[in-house]
């Protein structure tokens, strides 16, 4: 619920590899870019660590990629309308 003010304003994105992205800074003061760069840092923890238990859980714990791959198609599909996906190392609003 925290990253939704900042995905709906354009101030992040969904990456291609699935994992949040800042991409600008607009309207923004010292104080909520710092608390936006630490949700962004905390959810892609959050989200490489997903991969990596699922990968494992699975019995192939080389393959987290691959589990990342999967996670970021379904990411992207379940963007809301207006967020900002990234696409041919650009950016589109959904």
């Known amino acids: 619920d925290q990253l939704q003010p900042f995905l709906e304003a354009g ?31 905390a959810e892609n923890k959050d989200r490489l660590r997903l991969y990596q238990e ?6 192939f714990p080389e393959k987290a990629a691959e589990v990342q791959a999967i996670f970021a198609e379904s ?11 990234q696409e041919g190392g650009g950016w589109k609003r959904k």
């Open 11 to 41: 101030n992040l994105g969904i990456a291609a590899d699935g994992l949040l992205a800042i991409r600008n800074n607009d309207g923004l003061d010292l104080k909520q870019r710092a608390e936006m760069k630490r949700l962004v840092d």
């Open 54 to 59: 699922i990968a494992k859980a699975n019995g």
């Open 75 to 85: 990411w992207r599909d379940k963007a809301a309308p207006g967020w900002y996906l």
